[in-house]
């Protein structure tokens, strides 16, 4: 059972490509951020916003709890801690307020022409209920032929979600659904179609608040300082918005479901497709007010049949709505990859900012110094193995070959369980983890101590063969070994819970290496030794292989009736 453990561990790390562990900051070096808090009113922001953002942000950058991230208050300001990772990927995790709505499309406009004269044959992204009522796309057309069909691109997070590019559709009595052949520099006899010179031509703008009209028809798309960065988005109101890319704005109602209202949040390739997804639940009033909205859009005509899914102020994607989507569930699709989709489920996971902030201050933090002390701790762990070795050798002879083997066996686990919750969970090994680790030696030893002085008390006066004495020895040494672990592991646990920081690493080092002390007695000391008993040499009592009756009557000296 032991060699399978380790053959799938290993395995796994083939396959995954994973030899060495992931390193801490203090090791490995990485990213520190200083973001200042910006409130509305230019005051101080209160202590429980701060507190709450903190709280966010550990989750975003520390969801698993064992990636080594620090996050603290420094005054007003939040200074956060990644290690291994550049400031671009840091800033982009933890500044994004993660604000999310769900509007109802008013009007939409191309702000770019299309460079690629086929884009119109691109299907437009859409909201269809699955089995569970999941929204899922659909190439479906609009309602209403005859005004322009816009497609928008949409980016979350700064990353790429390509969808079809708006695109102006002709219009008039020769209008044709098809795309057009592709236009070359032959002239024709048809006359060019002018453009109108009301902005609002062809839009229905009933309904729509006559301020948010002329900040939509002033929006600039192009310039990205109107596309998402500081943008306020107020969830009582409309609200005119850009996709992240600038190809499209957006005249939107105000946000009947709203971040609050999501449970859950998660990334995935759903079965039978190849794109990634982020699937939402809806909480509390969530599905109802999801079910009104999708309705509602629904019996509207282009372009109010499209939702926009708007996150900090940016739309990701606006998809037509072509049935009520019941069951409170809902996908974001936009040509997500795998890290985007999942740094967006994590933000909406863990909930959006209480605060905006502005970066202060971003600073690179080198390994050097972290390599010198990496280098200190091995050293520091080579000696106590070494120390530990060469005691059970001398004291123990033959049976210190187990204790040995033991802790080249618990080594080995060790080493695969960091590299493996390194790839896996962003579990990042720093000095506090090393120093546990170390420490999980003495652990080990204490184990196979109490089990080979066991075994000495029964093998004494001859009283049982070492066959026996092995067997009756383990279930007595077994609930002291356990007993011993469990009470190491509970501290372990506690420590992890009511510590942060290094602590918290020394303490989760400290707990891993509890169980792997646990899995490495019972599936290894045990059966090596029952095994050992076999052989002449030790069931003889060999000088050399430790249970010899001189040395056990130096370590217990009874009186025997001739010595009376």
Same mark, same amino acid.
């Given at each position: ?23 801490? +900051? ?392 960091? *590299? ?8 990042? +090994? ?69 510590? *942060? ?29 029952? +095994? ?33």
């Amino acid at each position: 059972m032991l060699l399978a453990l380790i053959l799938a561990m290993g395995g796994t790390m083939l396959l995954q490509k994973a030899f060495t562990p992931k390193l801490g +900051l203090d090791l490995a070096g990485g990213t520190t951020v200083t973001l200042s808090p910006v409130t509305l009113d230019g005051k101080a922001p209160t202590q429980d916003a701060l507190d709450r953002a903190v709280n966010i942000i550990r989750d975003r950058v520390n969801g698993s709890g064992i990636a080594d991230a620090d996050v603290v208050k420094s005054g007003d300001n939040i200074v956060v801690s990644v290690p291994g990772a550049g400031q671009e990927e840091v800033i982009k995790k933890v500044g994004t307020t993660a604000e999310m709505r769900f509007r109802q499309v008013l009007a939409v406009q191309a702000t770019q022409p299309t460079a690629n004269p086929m884009a119109t044959d691109a299907p437009k992204p859409s909201a269809t209920p699955s089995a569970t009522g999941t929204g899922t796309p659909s190439t479906q057309p609009s309602k209403q032929a005859g005004t322009p069909s816009a497609s928008p691109t949409g980016k979350a997070l700064s990353s790429a979600l390509t969808a079809p590019t708006p695109t102006p559709t002709a219009k008039g009595k020769d209008a044709k659904a098809t795309p057009s052949a592709t236009p070359t520099t032959t002239a024709t006899t048809q006359p060019t179609a002018q453009p109108s010179q009301d902005p609002n031509a062809g839009m229905d703008l009933s309904g729509a608040d006559p301020a948010v009209v002329k900040q939509f028809q002033a929006l600039n798309c192009a310039d990205p300082k109107n596309r998402g960065k500081g943008v306020q988005d107020d969830p009582n109101k409309q609200f005119a918005a850009c996709d992240a890319d600038g190809s499209a704005k957006y005249l939107l109602d105000v946000a009947k479901v709203v971040g609050t209202d999501i449970d859950s949040a998660s990334a995935g390739i759903p079965q039978g497709r190849t794109d990634w997804i982020v699937q939402l639940s809806f909480k509390g009033n969530g599905p109802d007010a999801w079910s009104k909205l999708t309705t509602k859009a629904y019996n509207s005509q282009e372009p109010r049949n499209r939702v926009a899914v708007v996150l900090d102020g940016v739309v990701i994607t606006a998809p037509n709505i072509i049935s009520p989507i019941p069951g409170g569930k809902a996908e974001i699709t936009g040509g997500f990859t795998q890290k985007t989709a999942e740094d967006l489920a994590s933000q909406l996971k863990f909930g959006a900012l209480p605060l905006k902030f502005k970066l202060s201050e971003a600073i690179t933090i080198s390994s050097t110094l972290g390599q010198d002390q990496l280098m200190g701790g091995l050293i520091a762990g080579a000696i106590g193995l070494g120390l530990v070795v060469l005691y059970s050798l001398l004291y123990y002879r033959g049976l210190g070959i187990v204790a040995v083997l033991s802790l080249v066996v618990a080594s080995v686990l060790t080493y695969f369980s960091v *590299v493996l919750l390194g790839k896996n969970a962003s579990f990042a +090994l720093s000095l506090p983890h090393i120093i546990g680790l170390v420490v999980s030696i003495g652990i080990t030893a204490d184990s196979f101590i109490v089990y080979f002085e066991r075994i000495r008390d029964e093998m004494k006066e001859g009283r049982r063969t070492l066959r026996a004495a092995v067997e009756v020895a383990w279930v007595r040494a077994r609930r002291t070994i356990l007993i011993a672990d469990a009470v190491m592991f509970i501290a372990a646990v506690v420590l992890y819970f009511l510590a *942060v920081g290094g602590v918290a690493g020394f303490a989760f080092a400290m707990g891993l290496t509890t169980l792997i002390d646990i899995v490495v007695v019972f599936l290894f000391t045990k059966p090596f030794i029952a +095994l050992l008993a076999r052989l002449k040499f030790f069931s003889k009592g060999h000088k050399l292989s430790g249970l010899d009756a001189e040395r056990m009557a130096d370590t217990h000296h009874t009186t025997t009736p001739q010595e009376a």
